[in-house]
Nanobody, 115 residues
């Protein structure tokens, strides 16, 4: 069973930055689909950023140019660098790793953007 542990969330003022990390109990390979999702109160979970098995990155329109997803395979982590945060970025953020053998989710971490 794959376990994912998220860190780096918290409270930040508008315009600030946070870096989320997601550590995996199993190795992360190029064949692993990697993604970050978020869910705001009263809203459905949405895809924020992803790295496909082909290595292509994709982003939700609302975060393009502000968020960057990356992988540190040596540390078995995926990261989400979030810059120029706005109140609408407030949500619980979840990391997700998917292969042919598993579909694993982190427990979620709160990000709050508020003055």
């Amino acid at each position: 069973q794959v376990q994912l542990t998220e860190s780096g969330g918290g409270l930040v003022p508008p315009g600030g930055s946070l870096r989320l990390s997601c550590g995996s109990s199993k190795g992360i390979y190029s064949s692993t689909h990697k993604a970050w999702y978020r869910q705001a109160p009263g809203k459905q979970r949405e895809l924020v950023a992803a790295i496909s098995t082909g290595g292509r990155t994709s982003y939700a329109d609302s975060v393009k140019g502000r968020f960057t997803i990356s992988t540190d395979r040596g540390e078995n982590t995926i990261n989400l660098q979030m810059n120029n945060l706005v109140p609408d970025d407030t949500a619980v953020y979840y990391c997700n790793l998917k292969t042919s053998f598993y579909d694993a989710w982190g427990q979620g971490i709160q990000v709050t953007v508020s003055a």
